[in-house]
């Protein structure tokens, strides 16, 4: 059973084990508050430190990174995965992974993130360190802990605002010192991108959740109601994209992100009418690949506009 699973998903052996491991999907949720936030100091302050942008960016990747591990193991320990489960790496249930060795590394991943951090403290702000800190805690007990986020209604925000929200934040303080309250109003699309990810894979877990005790904002909606939550979250995003470009927070060219529109709208078709996990994974992929394409190309808008400063 596990072959066909590892088949059907077209998983290979070898270094493509370990990328699973990290659920690469999910990365962009890390990479595009970075740049998001640096390019927005960049037009605001014309302020760039690239040693700090470096820092920050493989940091957050890390923690990104290290969170999906524990998501690993802590769904793997409470029987929530198994080897016909779709929606995960599946190192340890499929490829026979050590489930000790995904903890481990993912420690070791925290850690590396957390010298990076001192590193970022030391050349700006020792309040850096309480920020990182919460983010690597909703990291932690994500999924780790008695009372995992991941199985309340409330996964989508958490993942959204403290591992992005306060991220994008970061990304802009190291650079200038300061923050502003447009940096936290431009981060507020870039969170619900981001939140649509979770949304989307409770979307394609919501059956296998809610026979093992979730309760994830998918599963008190239903497929239809939680579908119809997805594209309502994706218009808004797009809504305040366009409403800060009107009111002078964003740049004309801001409207570029337009463009992952399409994108988007396949997403939400990609749901429709689908019962089975393995049918909606191209729609949990598609929603990463609309955050990649939404946030690159605010990131662009911004960096063309500060050619124009």
């Not at 992005?164 to 934040?169: D, L, N």
């Not at 239809?224 to 927070?249: D, N, R, S």
Request: with cysteine; net charge neutral.
């Amino acid at each position: 059973m596990a072959q066909h699973i590892r088949e059907q998903l077209n998983e290979k052996d070898g270094f493509q084990v370990w990328w699973r491991l990290m659920r690469p999907h999910t990365l962009t949720a890390s990479f595009v508050p970075v740049f998001v936030g640096t390019m927005l100091a960049i037009i605001y302050e014309n302020n760039f430190h690239i040693t700090l942008f470096l820092a920050m960016l493989i940091a957050s990747l890390l923690i990104q990174a290290a969170t999906n591990m524990f998501n690993e193991y802590y769904d793997f320990k409470r029987g929530l995965d198994n080897e016909q489960s779709v929606g995960i790496g599946g190192t340890i249930v499929r490829d026979g992974i050590a489930p000790n060795t995904v903890k481990n590394l993912a420690f070791l991943f925290f850690g590396i993130a957390i010298l990076l951090g001192l590193y970022i403290c030391f050349a700006t702000s020792w309040w850096i360190a309480v920020l990182g800190a919460v983010s690597m805690g909703v990291g932690y007990f994500y999924t780790g802990g008695p009372f995992p986020i991941a199985y309340t209604p409330f996964g989508e925000l958490f993942s959204g605002f403290f591992m992005r929200t306060i991220i994008m934040g970061i990304g802009f303080f190291i650079q200038t010192g300061h923050i502003t309250g447009n940096v936290i109003l431009v981060s507020i699309p870039v969170a619900i991108f981001i939140g649509t990810i979770m949304l989307s894979n409770n979307i394609r877990d919501r059956v296998n959740d809610a026979e093992n005790g979730r309760k994830t904002i998918a599963i008190l909606l239903g497929h239809k109601g939680a579908v119809i939550f997805l594209a309502t979250m994706l218009t808004a995003a797009f809504a305040f994209t366009i409403i800060f470009v009107i009111i002078g927070i964003l740049p004309y060219w801001s409207l570029l992100t337009l463009l992952a529109l399409p994108k988007a709208i396949g997403v939400v078709k990609g749901f429709i009418g689908k019962s089975e996990p393995i049918e909606m994974m191209p729609a949990m992929a598609a929603t990463g690949k609309t955050n990649t394409i939404y946030g690159l190309l605010l990131a662009l808008s911004l960096f063309i506009e500060s050619f124009f400063i």
